[in-house]
């Protein structure tokens, strides 16, 4: 073979590497359907969840072909990839034979990434379609086996579909992500492989967001009961099929909080907790989100004291944390429920912490969480009887 492709995804590989090996779970992309789901339900629908402390899984699956997705990359790392790409630009104008032969697939990829990180998603759409006509190109010109030909316009039908889905364009995205399904199955990819179960689970988070919720549910409990399955089958499978049966308790679990199914919810999140203590340990920022949305269901079920158990464990992993920009969002919670127990004097001082540390965090969202409960904690004092 003329032009050789192991290294048409050597540049998202080292970005994702650099960038997930020290959190999460292990080298795997960040999953844009979830994360726009999850999104969609907190906070409109329950106040209990600040902006900062989100509940997304960063991570899913698609190790079986090598796919990451552009968020993997951190923005000096985008500096410096647009630098080496412009670099490339220079060197093909002195040996376009070159380039072509070589990095042209890889170049278009990196230039594609580059635009999407800036939002320029015309221009990224266009990047990602001239790599694609090279791909095909070469695959004419027997300079391409069909197999890589193949797992090419997989990885770039994937990058499109995520880039759709950012912008709202959810028919686009779901033909996108079918395209991405069936280049995965054409090159000897199993069903039940753990890139067709994150596949699976990226389609079910968009059927989520247009309620097509049949579609949703459906998706969600096949990736669940698959990985369970491999997990019982192994339970010393690799951290990426953990890391994707998370993603799907959790997504799961914040859809049936979304439609009230709470006590089913609750079961899902716990569950989640198990899975989660399992791929990156008690002591992780993924935890706290778990530990969270534990709590929210609790709430809304006004099981106060198993909300404020839960919280007061996710508080203090924060505190064992290094670092953690979701403290305010605990300690405001944890004032709501102060409230809601008629425990002025504490949800006054939690509350007040909360604001403190929302200042400093520069959140917004939780400063306004922890103002409206101080609010509260004062008309709840003016409405009880003079002693």
């Known amino acids: ?36 789901y999850t999104q969609l339900i907190r906070p409109q629908k329950y106040s209990c969840y600040s902006k900062s402390f989100h509940p997304t899984w960063k991570y899913g699956g698609y190790t ?7 968020f993997t990359m951190k923005k000096e790392e985008v500096n410096e990839t647009e630098k080496e790409a412009e670099h490339d630009v220079t060197d093909g104008d002195k040996d376009k034979d070159l380039l072509q032969d070589q990095t042209d697939i890889e170049h278009y990829i990196r230039l594609a990434k580059i635009a999407q990180m800036k939002k320029e998603f015309e221009e990224a759409d266009m990047y990602y379609h001239k790599a694609l006509k090279v791909a095909n190109k ?7 086996s069909k197999k890589l030909s193949i797992q090419a316009r997989t990885y770039i039908f994937d990058a499109m579909a995520d880039m759709a889905l950012s912008q ?10 079918k395209d991405t399904l069936k280049g ?29 919720d049949h579609e949703a549910r459906l998706g969600l409990t096949t990736v669940i009961e698959c990985q369970e399955e491999k997990i019982k089958a192994n339970p010393k499978s ?22 009230n199914e709470l006590e089913k919810a609750e079961t899902v999140f716990c569950r989640c907790e198990e899975i989660c203590s399992h791929a ?48 305010h969002a605990i300690y405001s919670n944890l004032g709501a429920i102060s409230l809601k127990l008629s425990q002025l004097d504490l949800a006054e001082t939690r509350c007040s912490t909360a604001l403190k540390l929302a200042r400093e965090a520069g959140d917004e969202f939780a400063q306004k969480q922890a103002y409206h409960c101080l609010r509260k904690v004062k008309e709840a004092r003016q409405s009880q009887p003079v002693k």
């Open 168 to 177: 709202g364009k959810f028919d686009k995205a779901e033909v996108l992500y």
């Open 280 to 327: 990156v340990g008690e002591n992780s920022s993924q935890m706290l989100r778990v530990l969270n949305d534990l709590a929210a269901v609790q709430i809304v079920q006004s099981n106060y004291t198993k909300a404020e158990v839960t919280l007061q464990k996710a508080l203090v992993i924060s505190q064992n944390m290094e670092s953690c920009d979701a403290v």
């Open 1 to 36: 073979m003329a032009a050789p492709m192991k290294h048409v995804f050597r540049v998202i590989r080292a970005c994702s590497d650099k960038f997930y090996k020290h959190t999460g779970f292990g080298f795997m992309c960040r999953t844009r359907g979830t994360i726009g």
């Open 64 to 70: 079986g072909i090598g796919i990451w997705s552009f």
């Open 138 to 144: 070469k695959f004419k010109a027997d300079k391409l």
């Open 238 to 259: 690799d951290i990426d099929t953990y890391g994707l049966l998370g993603i799907a308790l959790q997504t799961y679990g914040r859809f049936l909080l979304h439609h």
């Open 184 to 212: 995965y199955l054409e090159t000897g990819g199993d069903r039940k492989d753990n890139a067709v179960m994150e596949l699976t689970l990226k389609l079910s988070s968009l059927y989520a967001m247009i309620k097509k």
